[in-house]
């Protein structure tokens, strides 16, 4: 609301004087720099030094992330791929991008990415700000040239203010673009599910059916916990979960060479995961249900496959339990907040 005021007053400022190039304009709200609340089990994000918490920066951020003026063709933007009704994924195994190009992986949920160590199914990018520039480039995503990027953001009047309530002044830059993306991005905290209402003590949160699943989640036969932990469901560890014995894609082997990497992927958050199918990293499985026989299965034989994975003898009905499960991990509210969907009409 204070952000939307003080745009209007600078839009204001400058019909008044005649300016066509809003500069230097505002000071922050005071409470700017105040980073996002975090679920009470959930650490406090950590900003870069070099980029630190507005909400001005994260609203630009927003703008620039649902914007497909950001492509070369005007034909896709962030959002395309991650998308907020899909947990910031996107419903296809694999996903368009420029002239209907596709790209090679299934695109990743964005949920809690602020708590990432690396990014990408083989953890080939290590910060937000870095990351940004690989979509923006890539031929079979946006395929932009950086400063045909600069100068049409440039151009465009809606920018002006947002830039300059951000960054003091209105000039556009790679580095800005990038920064306030990341900022927008370390915004999208869930962590509000039912199975979060049920882990702080309302027990009637989840069904009974999703309680077992929990028991079975979180127990030695299930055995899921110890790959997908903690508050986010992941270890950040790159790990063969025995999908292939002859891999068509090396992961994480593709980043660190060593042999002990072919067939690796990193553990992905388990937020939300009932939004974003297909699943895993080439959008193999189109349900849950097809997940947990997969593990169920213990997987196909692969030198690298992780000692974790083996038959784990669940029923039928078990089965089902640890799908309610995953599913008790949709958070509906994070889903529907408006403040992370798109600012355009
Ligand atoms: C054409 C579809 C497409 C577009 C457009 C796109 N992405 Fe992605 N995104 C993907 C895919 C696919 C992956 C996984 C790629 C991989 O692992 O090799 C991914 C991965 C990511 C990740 C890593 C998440 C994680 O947990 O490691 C981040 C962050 C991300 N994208 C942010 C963005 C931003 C910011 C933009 C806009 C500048 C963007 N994406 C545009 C498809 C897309
Ligand atoms: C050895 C570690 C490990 C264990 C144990 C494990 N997972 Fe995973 N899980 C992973 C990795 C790694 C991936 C990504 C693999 C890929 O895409 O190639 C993954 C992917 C998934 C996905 C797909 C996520 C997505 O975004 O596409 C689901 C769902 C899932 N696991 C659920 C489970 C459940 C349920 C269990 C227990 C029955 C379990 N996992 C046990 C490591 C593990």
């Known amino acids: ?41 959930f650490p406090a994000v950590s900003f870069p030094s070099d980029n630190p918490f507005t909400a001005a920066k994260a609203e630009l951020g927003r703008h620039l992330f649902y914007d497909k003026r950001l492509s070369k063709d005007f034909s896709t933007s962030c959002g395309s791929c991650h998308q907020s009704q899909q947990g910031f994924a996107d419903g296809s195994k694999f996903s368009h991008g420029f002239a209907g190009l ?3 992986r299934n695109s990743m949920s964005l949920v809690n990415v602020a708590y990432n160590k690396s990014f990408f199914w083989d953890g080939g990018v290590v910060s937000l700000e870095v990351q ?16 045909s990027l600069v100068r049409r953001i440039e151009n465009i009047e809606a920018y002006q203010p947002l830039f300059a309530a951000a960054w003091g002044d209105g000039t556009v830059s790679l580095d800005r673009i990038t920064k306030s993306l ?12 039912s199975f979060d209402q049920w882990n702080r003590g309302n ?41 292939d014995s002859l891999p068509a894609d090396d992961g994480r082997y593709r980043i660190t060479g060593a042999g002990s990497d072919k067939g690796l992927f990193r553990t992905p958050t388990l937020r939300n995961i009932e939004l974003t199918a297909p699943y895993m990293h080439d959008g193999r499985f189109a349900t849950l249900h097809e997940v947990v026989r997969h ?26 339990d640890l799908v309610a499960f995953l599913k008790s991990l949709t958070d509906t509210a994070f889903i529907s907040d408006t403040t992370l969907q798109s600012p355009w009409k």
């Open 132 to 147: 940004a520039l690989a979509p923006l480039t890539a031929q079979n995503e946006m395929n932009m040239n950086t400063d």
């Open 182 to 193: 990341a900022t927008f991005e370390r915004k999208l905290i869930s962590g509000q599910s």
């Open 1 to 41: 609301m204070k952000l939307s005021v003080l745009l209007c007053l600078c839009a204001l400022s400058a019909a008044l004087c005649g300016c066509d190039k809003v500069t230097g304009l505002v000071n922050p709200p005071a409470n700017d720099h105040a980073a996002p609340d975090v679920p009470k089990e």
């Open 102 to 104: 596709m790209t090679t």
């Open 203 to 243: 027990t009637s949160a989840i069904s009974a059916s999703a309680t077992r699943g929990a028991e079975l989640f979180f127990g030695e036969k299930g055995d899921c916990f110890h790959c997908h932990q903690s508050y986010n469901f992941t270890d950040n560890q790159f790990h063969s979960n025995a999908l």
């Open 295 to 320: 593990y169920n299965s213990g997987g196909k034989p692969h030198v690298n496959r992780d000692v974790l994975m083996r038959p784990l003898g669940l029923s039928d009905s078990e089965t089902d």
